[in-house]
C-alpha cells in the first residue's frame, strides 16, 4: 500500500478576475475551493490513474474537516491526525494575465500530537511506500523529518521525498527511493544553479552518491528529468497556458509514480509525468486532466549522455 503524508495541508481558494485594483471592490469571475496539500495531490492523481492510497496528514477545524470530508467524497482512504487549530487556506489570484500566491504558514501541531502521528506510523502493518510532501507547520521542528524516516527505516518502508526543506539534505544519509525537487529548490537547498545541462548531469550524480537512489528533477515549462544514478533521460513539456502553477509539481509525481512504481517503464511514465504536469498548470486545482494522452503525443524522450 502506498501511504502520502502531507503535514501542512490547506484549502485551495481559487480567485479569477478581470483586473486587481487598490482600495477598490475587485469583482471576481469566479471562485471555487479545492482541498489540497501536495501530498493530498498525489493520492488523488495516484486515484486518477487507478492506484489506491491512503492520505495521512494533521488535519483541524472546520476547513480540516472539509478537506478529510472531500477526500473521502472522492474515494480516498484518509486516516487523519486531529490538531485544534484550523486547517490553513491559500488563495491564489488569477487576473488574466498574472498569478498572485497567497500561502499561510499553517496551524500549530503540538509535541503530543506530533507523538500521536509517529505511534500511528509504526502501527501501519502494510505501507510499502510513504511519500512524504510539502512544508512543515508551526510547532514542527525539521528534525522531525528524521524521526518519520526512522520510522521508516525501522520497518523497512520505501520512501519518496518532495520538500523544499534544507533539511533534505541531512536526509539523504536514508537512501529515500525518489526525491522530486526543482531547480528553484536545487540552488535554495543546495547552493547549486544550474545554467546548463552539464551542470544538471554533474548535480544530479552528486545528489545520487549523497544517497538518493533516484532523482526526479522537474522545471516547469522546460520539461523534467530523472536519474537513476546510471542513465539521464529528458523529457519536454507540452506548450499550455498557465492558469495556477499550485499543483502541477505534485500531479507530475503522482501521475510519473502511478507508473514507475509497478513497471519502471521510464519512458511511459516521464511523459505521463509532463503531460499532467501541463493539464493541471492550464486549469483549476487539479482539473480534469482530460488532456493528457493528448498531450503525451507531443512528447520526447532524450537519453543525455
Not at 484549502?11 to 501530498?39: A, Q
Not at 477545524?61 to 490553513?88: A, H, N, Q
Not at 502521528?117 to 514542527?140: E, M
Amino acid at each position: 500500500m502506498i501511504y502520502t503524508l502531507t503535514t501542512n495541508p490547506a484549502i485551495d481558494l481559487n480567485i479569477i478576475c478581470e483586473t486587481i485594483k487598490p482600495s477598490l471592490v475587485n469583482r471576481t469571475k469566479g471562485t471555487k475551493y479545492f482541498p489540497n496539500g501536495k501530498g493530498v495531490n498525489v493520492s488523488l492523481v495516484l486515484k486518477h490513474y487507478g492506484v489506491n492510497s491512503t492520505a495521512l496528514g494533521f488535519f483541524g477545524g472546520f476547513s480540516g474537516k472539509y478537506i478529510v470530508d472531500e477526500l473521502k467524497m472522492l474515494g480516498l482512504k484518509v486516516k487523519p491526525t486531529w490538531i485544534e487549530e484550523p486547517t490553513r487556506i491559500n488563495i491564489f489570484v488569477n487576473d488574466g494575465v498574472n498569478e498572485y500566491k497567497f500561502v499561510n504558514k499553517g496551524s500549530l501541531v503540538s509535541k503530543e500530537k506530533q507523538k500521536e502521528f509517529l505511534s500511528l506510523a509504526k502501527s501501519l502493518c502494510d505501507c510499502r511506500y510513504l511519500i512524504i510532501s510539502g512544508s512543515l507547520p508551526s510547532g514542527i521542528d525539521v528534525s522531525y523529518y528524521d524521526k518519520i524516516l526512522q520510522v521508516c527505516q525501522e520497518k523497512g518502508i520505501e520512501v519518496i521525498l518532495d520538500i523544499s526543506s534544507q533539511q533534505l539534505k541531512n536526509l539523504l544519509k536514508y537512501r529515500p527511493l525518489l526525491i522530486k525537487p526543482n531547480d528553484e529548490e536545487i540552488k535554495e537547498i543546495f547552493g547549486i544553479e544550474m545554467k546548463t545541462e552539464s551542470d544538471i548531469k554533474r548535480t544530479l550524480n552528486d545528489l545520487h552518491n549523497m544517497g538518493a537512489q533516484n532523482i526526479l528533477l522537474t522545471l516547469g515549462d522546460k520539461g523534467l528529468y530523472f536519474y537513476d544514478g546510471d542513465k539521464l533521460y529528458f523529457c519536454n513539456a507540452p506548450k499550455v497556458k498557465l492558469l495556477s502553477s499550485a499543483c502541477a509539481g505534485d500531479s507530475a509525481l503522482g501521475a510519473f509514480l502511478s507508473e514507475w512504481l509497478f513497471s519502471k517503464e521510464i519512458e511511459t511514465a516521464l511523459k505521463k509525468s509532463s503531460a499532467t504536469g501541463a493539464n493541471v498548470a492550464e486549469s483549476e486545482g487539479l482539473g480534469l486532466l482530460d488532456k493528457v494522452d493528448e498531450y503525451i503525443k507531443e512528447l520526447n524522450i532524450r537519453e543525455v549522455f
